[in-house]
């Protein structure tokens, strides 16, 4: 299978503190992607990053993307409730049609 | 902008019914579309990818035959669960991508679940 794993697989923190996700993929890659799903509905694209990038920020988030060792990482600041959700890294390829999804990981943020 | 419609939300039938599941790109035009199934607590898994105009392509162990998809036009995607039985249930998810943007994040419905009884 080439579907990327996530760890933690759950992660439960109280508001205002960071929640970081992390993700391993196995194949080349044109650029991979972070969608949120909240429960029971579709995704949510959040920010995508391409390959020859190393870090991106969009309010609250940065990502970070490690090719050499097939990495990423998705850093959520000041995490508040409505943070709640399951989060989800997803690679493409060069010339790529389809997205493959990670296992993902679900975050609860208590009040 | 780009919003993608699924119909229905959630859907109850019979077992060896069929079932539709229409995926419609509101506000603009998307050549390819992509079908997911989810199960609880699980990733998405690819199903098929839905080209506006030819067949789709399913991914290795999908059966084409029981999962119908149709991509007549450019808004428009239907997947039909045929002769559905309990273990297709499901939650479907379709995706879909804007036109000539190949590198550009996909845009998701909210979802059917499906349930059979």
């Known amino acids: 299978s080439q579907q990327g794993e996530e760890d933690p697989q759950a992660l439960s923190i109280q508001e205002g503190e960071n929640a970081t996700m992390n993700c391993s993929y196995k194949?080349?890659?044109?650029?991979l992607q972070w969608y949120r799903q909240n429960s029971g509905r579709g995704l949510v694209h959040l920010i995508l990053?391409?390959?020859?990038?190393r870090e991106k920020h969009s309010g609250r988030l940065r990502v970070t993307l490690d090719t050499s060792k097939k990495s990423s990482s998705l850093l959520i600041t000041a995490s508040r409730a409505a943070d709640t959700a399951s989060y989800f890294c997803?690679?493409?390829?060069?010339?790529?049609?389809?997205?493959?999804f990670g296992t993902g990981t679900r975050l609860l943020v208590s009040p | 902008g780009a919003v993608v419609s699924q119909h229905p939300s959630w859907v109850i039938c019979k077992s060896g019914t069929s079932v539709k599941i229409e995926c419609r790109s509101l506000?603009?035009?998307?050549?390819?579309m992509f079908w997911y199934r989810q199960f609880p607590k699980q990733s998405l898994m690819l199903m098929a990818t839905?080209?506006?105009?030819?067949?789709?392509?399913?991914e290795q162990g999908v059966e084409k035959d029981k999962f119908l998809i149709n991509h007549a036009s450019l808004t428009l995607s239907t997947l039909t669960v045929t002769s559905a039985h309990p273990e297709d249930s499901s939650f479907y998810i379709c995706?879909?991508?804007?036109?000539?943007?190949?590198?550009?994040?996909?845009?998701f419905g909210n979802g059917t679940r499906l349930t059979v009884t």
């Open positions: 997803a690679t493409g390829n060069t010339g790529f049609q389809k997205l493959v």
């Open positions: 506000d603009f035009q998307a050549t390819t």
């Open positions: 995706s879909a991508r804007v036109a000539g943007e190949d590198n550009s994040p996909l845009h």
């Open positions: 990053i391409r390959s020859n990038e």
């Open positions: 839905s080209n506006e105009g030819s067949k789709a392509t399913y």
């Open positions: 194949t080349s890659i044109n650029n």
